[in-house]
C-alpha cells in the first residue's frame, strides 16, 4: 500500500504540489492524469524517494520512502527522459541493476530475450527510442519490483511492443500483487490499464475515484423535441455543458442515469439518447469546469 498524506512541495515561489491525498492498495493499478505542468512528475518522483516534500507524509507499507534502502529496492521508477550509463550494453546494465536490487531474477531476464528481441550486447545508446523504452522495461521487469512508478511509460513504443508490455504489467499484478502508479496523457491507455485514477490541476489533486464510479455519475445526453426545448426542463439536473446543433440540445449531466432518464422522459422527447463519457471527455470537462480552456470535443 501507497499512502500519500497532505503532501505539498514548493520549487522557489511555486507550490507545485498542493496538500495532496490518496493511497493506493497493494495489488493495484492507479492511473496519474493532469494538464502539462500539472506536477505528476513532481509527485511521482517525490514517491519514488527521489524528492523530499516539504509537507505531509509518504509512505509504502508503512514505511517512509525518502532515504529508505530497503523500500527503494523493491521500488522501481521509470522517468519519461530514460538515463543508461554511456556506451553500456545491455549485459552491462542488468549486472549493474543485478548488484542494485536484491530480487533481481536472472532467469527473467533470459526468458524475456524472446518478448524483446534485441542483442543484450548491442551498446544501448545506439538504438532507437522505442527500443531504448524496451530495454528500461526489461531490466525493470527483471528487478521483481513490488512497486512501480511509471512516468509516461508507454510512449514510444509500437502498438505490438505496448500490448506485451501491458501484459507483463497485468500478470505481475494478478500474480505477485504488485502496485502500479502511472501517468499518461494518453487516456484511451490509461482507461484499459487503471482501476483508479486521480487527475491533479495546477499541484491539486482535483478528483480520485474508482474508474467505473466516476463513469456512472456524469453522461452525454442528446435529446429533441417538437418546437424549442421546454424552458424548465434542464432545471434540477447538475448540466456541465450544453450546447445546441440544430434542433438537437446536447449536454454533459452529472447525475444518476436513471434519475436523468426519468426527468427528461417527462418533457416527452422526439429523440433521447444517454451514452457513457470516455474518460478523455470526463478529463476535459472536470478540467473545462475549473477554467482549463476546453475545445468543443462533443462528437
Ligand atoms: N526541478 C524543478 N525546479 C523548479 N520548478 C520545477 C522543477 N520541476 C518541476 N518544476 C515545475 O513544477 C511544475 C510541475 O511540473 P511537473 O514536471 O511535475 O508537471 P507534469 O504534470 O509532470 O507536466 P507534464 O505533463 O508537462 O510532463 C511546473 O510548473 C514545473 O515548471
Not at 445546441?244 to 442515469?257: F, H, P
Given at each position: 500500500m501507497i499512502q500519500i498524506n497532505h503532501v505539498s512541495k514548493r520549487f522557489g515561489e511555486l507550490e507545485a504540489i498542493k496538500d495532496v491525498t490518496f493511497s493506493v492498495p497493494k495489488g493495484s493499478i492507479y492511473g496519474l492524469l493532469g494538464s502539462n505542468g500539472a506536477g505528476k512528475t513532481t509527485l511521482m518522483k517525490m514517491i519514488a524517494g527521489i524528492y523530499k516534500q516539504d509537507r505531509g507524509s509518504i509512505t509504502v507499507d508503512g514505511e517512509p520512502i525518502f532515504e529508505n534502502i530497503k523500500q527503494k529496492e523493491r521500488l522501481i521508477f521509470l522517468p519519461d527522459a530514460l538515463y543508461f550509463f554511456p556506451h553500456t550494453t545491455i549485459r552491462q546494465m542488468a549486472d549493474f541493476y543485478?548488484?542494485?536490487?536484491?530480487?533481481?531474477?536472472?532467469?527473467?531476464?533470459?526468458?524475456?530475450k524472446e518478448l524483446f528481441p534485441i542483442d543484450i550486447n548491442q551498446k544501448i545508446h545506439r538504438m532507437s527510442k522505442g527500443m531504448q523504452r524496451q530495454v528500461a522495461f526489461w531490466l525493470?521487469?527483471?528487478?521483481?519490483?513490488?512497486?512501480?512508478?511509471?512516468?509516461?511509460?508507454?510512449?514510444?513504443?509500437?502498438?505490438?511492443?505496448?500490448q506485451k508490455v501491458k501484459n507483463i504489467l497485468f500478470q505481475d499484478v494478478a500474480d505477485r500483487e504488485m502496485t502500479v502508479i502511472i501517468s499518461s496523457h494518453n487516456l484511451f491507455e490509461v482507461e484499459d490499464l487503471c482501476d483508479r485514477i486521480g487527475i491533479l490541476h495546477n499541484g491539486s489533486l482535483i478528483i480520485e475515484k474508482e474508474l467505473d464510479n466516476?463513469?456512472?455519475?456524469?453522461?452525454?445526453?442528446?435529446?429533441?423535441f417538437h418546437g424549442q426545448p421546454p424552458s424548465t426542463f434542464l432545471q434540477h439536473l447538475d448540466v456541465v455543458y450544453?450546447?445546441?446543433?440544430?434542433?438537437?440540445?446536447?449536454?454533459?449531466?452529472?447525475?444518476?442515469?436513471?434519475q436523468i432518464s426519468a426527468h427528461i422522459h417527462k418533457?416527452?422527447?422526439?429523440?433521447?439518447?444517454?451514452?457513457s463519457l470516455t474518460l478523455e471527455e470526463i478529463f476535459i470537462y472536470e478540467l473545462g469546469e475549473r477554467g482549463y480552456a476546453i475545445e468543443n470535443i462533443l462528437v
Open positions: 543485478r548488484h542494485i536490487y536484491p530480487k533481481w531474477n536472472e532467469k527473467r531476464f533470459y526468458e524475456m525493470t521487469f527483471s528487478t521483481m519490483p513490488d512497486v512501480l512508478v511509471l512516468d509516461e511509460p508507454l510512449d514510444g513504443l509500437d502498438a505490438v511492443m505496448r466516476l463513469k456512472t455519475n456524469i453522461h452525454k445526453v442528446q435529446v429533441a450544453q450546447e445546441r446543433r440544430g434542433s438537437v440540445l446536447l449536454c454533459i449531466i452529472r447525475g444518476e442515469e436513471e418533457y416527452e422527447p422526439i429523440l433521447f439518447d444517454l451514452l
